[in-house]
């Protein structure tokens, strides 16, 4: 079964740092980009960051962009989210994805077709 | 970044209805998008990606439509599972941008 798990969630003083691990099962991680997603309590799904197949780009939303890191390790089976200088809306459930390639005879397209049931973190003092 | 307008941001429904939820991106963003469904403390499930075309295993009462820059997903003959909050995303540019969601609920 394909299957992903996060974890590292936790309760963070504003200002300090976390990091977030998802562990892919039961296909070939290093085929596909990953993506992190999170939603905060209340609010609606909000895309974090996504990485391509080897770890050599990723993209970010402005809002974490210069304090949180997306990376992978392919022989791991594993895709991580550093994220240092916490803030208070910072808070959410984190989910990881997994960003397939959809080809049709014209064109192709992107979609998170696998997701984790996602891990808590808490930015509070 | 691509602003992606969502609505109705909830509406009630009774099971058979037919119910269409609505996205509008603030530029054109052809084919690029999907459309999820997500129930409290369970992950979120792709149904439609490229607009229209059905994610394997999700009900056929689930149709996605549009092009350009406006979107609908209608769901024909509304289930109790259907019960969720639904949400579009963008995926042609950077961001990548959510709707605000639709939460539907049980009339």
């Known amino acids: 079964e394909e299957q992903l798990v996060e974890s590292g969630g936790g309760l963070v003083q504003p200002g300090g740092s976390l990091r977030l691990s998802c562990a892919a099962r039961?296909?070939?991680?290093?085929?596909?980009?990953m993506a992190w997603v999170r939603q905060a309590p209340g609010k609606g799904l909000e895309w974090v960051a996504n990485?391509?197949?080897?770890?050599?780009?990723?993209h970010y939303v402005d809002s974490v962009e210069g304090r949180f890191t997306i990376s992978r390790d392919n022989a791991k089976n594993s895709l991580y989210l550093q994220m240092n200088t916490l803030r208070a809306e910072d808070t959410a459930l984190y989910y990881c994805?997994?960003?397939?390639?959809?080809?049709?005879?014209?064109?192709?397209?992107?979609?998170?077709?696998?997701w984790g049931q996602g891990t808590s973190v808490t930015v509070s003092s | 970044a691509i602003q992606m307008t969502q609505f109705p941001s909830s509406l009630s429904a009774s099971v058979g209805d037919r119910i269409t939820i609505t996205c509008r991106a603030s530029?054109?963003?052809?084919?690029?998008l999907g459309w999820y469904q997500h129930k409290p403390g369970r992950a979120p499930k792709l149904l439609i990606y490229?607009?229209?075309s059905l994610q394997s295993g999700v009900p056929s009462r689930f149709r996605g439509s549009g092009f350009g820059t406006d979107f609908t997903l209608t769901i024909s003959g509304l289930q109790p599972e259907d019960f969720a909050s639904y949400y579009c995303?963008?995926?042609?540019?950077?961001?990548?941008?959510f709707g605000q969601g639709t939460k539907v609920e049980i009339k």
């Open positions: 994805a997994r960003d397939r390639n959809y080809f049709t005879t014209t064109a192709y397209y992107d979609a998170f077709d696998i």
């Open positions: 039961g296909f070939m991680f290093s085929d596909y980009w």
């Open positions: 990485i391509n197949e080897d770890g050599g780009e990723q």
């Open positions: 530029q054109d963003i052809r084919s690029d």
């Open positions: 490229g607009a229209s």
């Open positions: 995303l963008q995926d042609s540019n950077y961001p990548r941008t």
